[in-house]
């Protein structure tokens, strides 16, 4: 899939006709409102420069630095985030999808590039490079937590040198207390605790839950709870840590178009990318403040196709930035929303 013309569109799509007609939810309590106030305009904007490029398709920031990438031409690209809407490229001779994967780990900028050694993927790190197995993947996912910088690798995850052999494809990670908990959208299970293999049961076979996942405490009781983007349902459920079922979550209810895709935890937030949303899916953006239940708009994709949320980040200080692969023919859009 990832060797596909505009790989994002495609699995989304897909995904999205997959999810058609499948609006199982019993057992999840919904208690979300929606308010719809008018959208504020963004705080920052930088455009693609690389035709086809899809900026925006991941994000990271740390250290008061931000970077996107466009992974989907030439080999890839990372950028830094400037100043008045000023790109800047990082990264030296690179290949495959460079920057599909993304993430600022102690203060470090870190590259996954899946599709480079025909599929056994890198992962690099300050210009230090660690190649993949044979058909590994490696790099597809790079996630920054608090129990280590986390890749996908294919049927699982690294952690430095450690290896967590799942058996599915990994599409997010995140520390729980002191559980390493990963993503698994196509799995039996939404997602399953890296160390014991442990899963949580799916509201429905189509839900896709566990293709982005993040950790906060949404419900200010002192205690992280696990956020579960299901956008197969155009849903997010948010669970008590040791909970076994997502039926025993609280529902986040979107208006569809892949609402779940991305989600980020961080600042007293939750911020959920809707990519698929409207008829021309142009995308939007939402977020659910930390002891509410009002689901707030941050802001919908420029045009059509812009896929506004294929990618979101929640930085230290609040503020909030979503990429939109899909804007100007793939070129890539990325805003700062609040
Ligand atoms: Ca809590």
Known sequence: MLNAQNPPALLLLLSFVLGVGCRDRDGAKEDTTVDSAPKPTPFGRWEGVTAAGGLGTSLAAGGGTRYAAAPWAEGGAVWLLGAEDQLERVGGAVSGAFGRGLAVHDGVLAVGAPLAESGSGL????????????????????RSTALGLVVSAQGGARRDEERFALGVRVTDAAALQDRLILGAPSAEHAVYDAQDGVGIARLSLQDEAGAAICAADLDLDGADELAVGAPGLGVVVVLEAGAGSLAEGRLIQGSGGRFGQSIGCGAGLLVIGAPLEGDGQRGAVYAVEAGSDTLVSLGSGETDGAELGAAVLVEADGAVLAGAPGHAGGAGLVVQLR
Request: hydrophobic letters at 55%.
């Open 123 to 142: 992962l690099w790190r300050d210009g230090a490079l660690t190649p993949g197995a044979a058909g590994e993947l490696l790099g597809a996912m790079v």
